[in-house]
């Protein structure tokens, strides 16, 4: 079975958020299950470009109004033996933000024009697709009449490439596969993939039900509904080998399960690093993108309360300049509990989810969330609204003893406030906490499970394929 997973970021080559982790570890472990995968991606302004060969392919858009030809570099996935191939055109690749060139979708398009001719032209039995930058591989894999077969994974609903009209001219999309997809004077490439992949998948149980209804569904709940027989929800998993408390070198102190006290020098040395007073409070870490998605606004209703609580909160984020100066000002009004840390770093991410106590992750939606079981990895307790993949994976932590977190159902800052008043509660009984930290670390969320789900949609998928 020949596979192409397409996908705009991939860890460690180019990352903006969860998508990368995913496309830079699944494919691993599809490969270790006997797959032949390959990934695609953009070969985007930020990439080294030492890190790719270049072949002496060429790969043109076949539909796409303005004839483009990308040049194809051949790399491969670090620490792995999974190829990657880069597709790269100078003048659309023209921003060092993944997502801020200047024609964004038309550099999306003209990419899965040319990506559905790579597929084709070398083979592919699935190609899968993941987002709506790389939704139209399904559309444009129908116009050429290909074999292949096509897996849309939404990682994220509420982005969705909507453009005017002129941009559905300029796509080649023939008129007999317009219907669905051009809707009040807009193309909307996610739901273009929605209606012409062979299968959906979506990254946890939960949200895959979720996305059906009007609260979650973006305005695409109409056609997910419809699709449900071919929509499945396959939890992410984390890279094991990648994050592993035992070896992470970017640590102070190594720690495990058996050894959670060496926890404690991450503790000391991350305060001491982000300036905050070496206390006992409970450390709290918040690393996200700074969008509505993620509950900010929970944080600014009750932001007062939380300053009177025995806290220190670390926060790393990029994002809506609003959030930026909200902790921005925390961090000024209260410099002894919060360090707000407002750029992008990979070594101080890890360093947070290894010195941590808690980890906060109060979303509106999470289609899985990997914040939260990168926390639980490092021993770090998540406390989380029970919405999406944080509800498959956060388990309310109970006079029994079981549980891995806490947590809140209703989207209501106090709900938040008692979750976190729980989670002290329990933080200040030592005993106790190491049971919750313990737990957390015993669970399982490697890709080894969630990778055989995947191969066996692959084989569903490739089923549908012999009998037709
Ligand atoms: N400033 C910063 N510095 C360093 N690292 C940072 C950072 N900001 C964020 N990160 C990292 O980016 C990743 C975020 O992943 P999430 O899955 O939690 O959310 P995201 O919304 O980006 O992903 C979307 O796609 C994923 C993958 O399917 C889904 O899990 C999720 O629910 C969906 O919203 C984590 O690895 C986090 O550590």
Not at 13 to 19: F, T
Not at 87 to 111: C, H, P, T, V, W
Not at 157 to 170: I, N, P, S
Request: glycine fraction near 8%.
């Amino acid at each position: 079975m020949k596979v192409l997973f397409v996908s705009y970021e991939v860890y460690p080559i180019a990352k903006v958020g969860g998508l990368a982790d995913v496309a830079g570890s699944l494919p691993k472990y599809l490969k270790e299950l006997g797959v032949e995968i390959d990934l695609l991606m953009p070969f985007h302004k930020s990439i080294d470009k030492n890190m790719a060969i270049k072949t002496d392919e060429n790969i043109s858009t076949r539909f796409v109004k303005r004839e483009v030809s990308f040049e194809v570099y051949r790399a491969k996935l670090p620490k792995s033996d999974v190829n990657v191939f880069l597709l790269y055109n100078e003048r659309l690749m023209d921003s060092k933000e993944i997502y801020g060139a200047s024609n964004l979708g038309f550099q999306a398009m003209s990419f899965s024009d040319a990506a559905a001719g790579f597929a084709v032209d070398k083979g592919y039995d699935i190609v899968h697709l993941n987002d709506w930058q790389t939704a139209l591989i399904a559309v444009y894999l129908k116009q050429r009449e290909a074999k292949c077969k096509t897996l849309l994974s939404i990682h994220n609903l509420a982005y969705q490439g909507v453009y005017g009209k002129e941009y559905l001219d300029l796509s080649g999309i023939e008129k007999s596969n317009r219907n669905e997809i051009f809707e009040a004077g807009k193309i909307n490439f996610l739901k273009a993939g929605l209606v012409f992949s062979d299968k959906l998948s979506t990254v946890s149980p939960t949200y895959a039900k979720e996305i059906q209804t009007k609260e979650y569904g973006a305005g695409l709940e109409d056609i997910l509904s419809r699709r449900r027989s071919d929509l499945v929800g396959i939890l992410n998993g984390i890279d094991y080998y990648e994050y592993d408390p035992e070896r992470d070198e970017r640590l102070w102190a190594n720690f495990s399960q058996d050894n959670i006290e060496s926890k404690k020098i991450n503790k000391s040395n991350l305060q001491q690093l982000v300036g905050l007073p070496k206390k006992d409070d409970a450390l709290i870490g918040l690393i996200s993108r700074l969008v509505d998605q993620k509950g900010l606004d929970l944080i600014e209703d009750i932001k007062d309360e939380l300053m009177k609580l025995p806290i220190q909160i670390v926060v790393l984020g990029t994002g809506e300049s609003k959030y930026e100066d909200m902790f921005r000002i925390l961090q000024k009004n209260y410099p002894e509990k919060v360090a707000a840390r407002l750029t992008f770093d990979l070594d101080l991410a890890q360093k947070i989810y290894g010195g941590a106590d808690m980890f906060l992750m109060p979303s509106r939606y999470e289609p899985c969330g990997l914040g939260q079981m990168f926390a639980m990895r490092y021993g770090t307790v998540p406390i989380v609204r029970y919405t999406g993949g944080l509800a498959d994976t956060v388990h309310e932590f109970d006079p029994e003893n079981n549980g891995n977190g806490f947590g809140f159902v209703d989207y209501d800052a106090k709900k938040l406030l008692g979750a976190l008043k729980k989670a002290l509660k329990v933080y200040f009984q030592p005993e106790l906490w190491k049971k919750v930290v313990r737990n957390a670390m015993r669970q399982d969320f490697s890709w080894r499970v969630s990778a055989i789900n995947y191969l066996s949609l692959y084989k569903k998928i490739l089923e549908v394929n012999n009998d037709a």
